[in-house]
């Protein structure tokens, strides 16, 4: 599985960017996908995360994004995206998607060794 995240940039703060990431079609469906941030001297952390569904996928989110940052999903493009709104100076990272395959139905997966597969990252910076 192949993962490509873009969409990262400088921004000030107040502001929004829309990450995406797109992934090899053949797994996408049942792949449970995932976005991680890692800032300078600090461990990569949970941002957000959605499920497979044959419906509604669940979302889960970090509480230092909840009600800023959105996950969604497009099985038609194997695509995942971040869309990112009033966005902070501790925001800035570089951000990584990830894809677990064949994970649990309607299921969030929070830690780094919980997926297989991991972009190249893209970076974030939100100036003050």
């Known amino acids: 599985v192949q993962l490509q995240a873009s969409g990262g940039g400088l921004v000030q703060a107040g502001g929004s960017l829309r990450l995406s990431c797109a992934a090899s079609?053949?797994?996408?469906?049942?792949?449970?996908m995932g976005w991680f941030r890692q800032a300078p001297g600090k461990e990569r952390e949970f941002v957000a995360a959605?499920?497979?569904?044959?419906?509604?996928?669940?979302?889960y989110y970090a509480d230092s994004v909840k009600g800023r940052f959105t996950i969604s999903r497009d099985t038609a493009k194997s695509t995942v995206a971040l869309q990112m709104n009033s966005l902070k100076p501790e925001d800035t990272a570089v951000y990584y998607c990830?894809?677990?395959?064949?994970?649990?139905?309607?299921?969030?997966?929070?830690?780094?060794?919980?997926?297989?597969?991991w972009g190249q990252g893209t970076q974030v910076t939100v100036s003050s």
């Open positions: 959605i499920s497979w569904s044959w419906s509604s996928s669940s979302t």
């Open positions: 990830a894809a677990r395959i064949q994970g649990d139905y309607n299921r969030g997966y929070y830690d780094t060794g919980d997926y297989d597969y």
């Open positions: 079609a053949r797994t996408f469906t049942r792949s449970n």
